[in-house]
């Protein structure tokens, strides 16, 4: 029986352990705190991701994914995208001629038709669109589910355990080692977010990561709107069956790694910018109190897409950095990561845009050269 050590209990970690069950593997997780603590328990729980070659895999297991894990991860399937202005919404469109070019069905809506089914929306919006794909789902339920499902199957999931390093030997990965001890494998996951770069240098591997904060906020409950989903203005999120609106957005606030392991509190500029946004968009319920905040960490390609590769050297190491996008298409990347695991390669997607190699010419400061780096006192301009 194949060993699978997967490093990181968040979506794509958790989904990859799932998936290798299903084919039989003996999966072991390793996490260094709890499982969906990091960005995979505290994102807007958007699943629409047309650019991605993913995508498909996505919409189609995402309706599933309830009676795959056995548990609910409150999944809705549509999604209202609103556009404040004309130039917001050609932007929204232009998202959606993508999906429509896979198949994808929505409906545009006027101003009268995006006020029935969303009431709260400005009555000066330029419209909006109904997606009949994407949606949303809980966060935390998601990451609860795949984590009860990965122990139902027979998964190990070790909380409070940190990867410190690796024992290699013939050009392979015979042993992962933890604070808690070695663990050996037969093939090794990495999908340890933004420290996913930390992690595989020390196998002398560069992956370029650049680590930020993203935060959201949630109002009290609302009145219930259809579908659950509606965003736009700079912001994305949805409402919780309860009728919280949990909504989050930039700007990122670019971070070093030391700082990521633990998000700090939010900053509250950022938040009152979220929470501004989702208030333009939603004026009639403006008095709403914003009762909760969170931050979370995202880990960011140079590109903006992930890397999902097996690698040639060594060659029992699969990385998996999902670059922002990874609670959506973790049935998907899940499933694909698997693939790479246990059969080198994935029958279902092409995943040749999202090899590591792609970066092999990158510049060493190409996150300076972007403009992705903390803000230091002492760096600031006088
Ligand atoms: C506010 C916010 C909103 C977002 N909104 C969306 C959205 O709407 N839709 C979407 O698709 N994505 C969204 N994202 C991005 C998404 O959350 C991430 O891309 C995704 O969760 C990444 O999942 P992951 O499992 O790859 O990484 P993570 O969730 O970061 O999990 C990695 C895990 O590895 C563990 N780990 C790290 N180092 C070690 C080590 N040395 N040893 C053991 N374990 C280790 C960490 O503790 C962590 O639990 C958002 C993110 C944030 C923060």
Redo the contacts with the bound molecule.
């Keep these: 029986m194949t060993r699978v050590v997967v ?8 989904s990859t352990a799932f998936w290798s069950l299903r084919e039989g593997a003996e999966v072991v997780v ?18 629409t ?1 047309a650019v991605s070659p993913l995508f498909a895999e996505e919409q189609r297991l995402w309706p599933m994914m309830d009676d795959l894990l056995g548990y609910p991860t409150e999944y809705q399937r549509q999604r209202v995208r609103i556009g404040l202005s004309r130039r917001q919404l050609d932007l929204i469109l232009e998202g959606v001629t993508i999906a429509r070019r896979q198949g994808f069905v929505a409906h545009e809506l006027d101003n009268k038709a995006l006020r029935e089914l969303v009431p709260f929306v400005s009555e000066t919006a330029a419209g909006g669109v109904l997606l009949e794909y994407g949606g ?1 789902a809980n ?1 935390q339920r998601t990451l609860q589910a795949y984590a009860w499902a990965v122990q139902d199957l027979g998964g190990v999931i070790q909380q409070h ?4 390093g690796f024992e290699t030997a013939g050009g392979r990965i015979c042993g992962v080692r ?1 604070d808690q001890g070695l663990i050996g494998c037969d093939v090794v996951v990495l ?6 770069a ?2 595989a240098a020390k196998l002398g591997i560069r992956v370029p990561l650049a680590a930020a ?4 906020v949630v109002t009290e409950p609302l009145p219930l709107i259809r579908f659950g989903g509606a965003d736009g203005n700079g912001v ?2 949805r409402q919780t069956l309860r009728g919280n609106l949990a909504y ?1 957005g930039g700007p990122h606030e670019w971070i070093d790694l030391p700082d990521a ?1 633990t ?1 700090k509190p939010v900053n509250s500029p950022v938040m009152q910018s979220v929470a501004k946004r989702v208030f333009e968009l939603f004026p009639k319920v403006a008095h709403a109190r914003v009762i909760r905040s ?6 960011n390609t140079p590109d903006g897409r992930p890397i999902l590769d097996r690698l040639g050297a060594p060659d029992n190491l699969v990385v ?11 049935p998907a ?1 899940g499933r694909a990561v698997m693939q790479l695991a246990l059969n080198g390669a994935c029958d279902f997607a092409d995943l040749a845009q999202l090899k590591l190699s792609r970066f092999d010419g990158l510049a060493g400061d190409w996150a300076e050269a972007a403009g992705w780096v903390p803000w230091t006192r002492e760096g600031a301009v006088a």
């Design positions: 490093i990181g209990g968040g979506a794509t970690g958790l390793v996490e260094k705190g709890i499982v969906g603590w990091e960005a995979s328990g505290r994102n807007g729980g958007g699943a991701h949303h966060p355990t940190t990867v410190i933890t999908a340890a977010g933004p420290h996913t930390q992690l904060r993203a935060e959201m994305y999120g989050g392991s998000p969170w931050a979370g960490v995202v880990e998996a950095g999902m670059s922002s996008v990874g609670f959506g298409l973790s990347s």
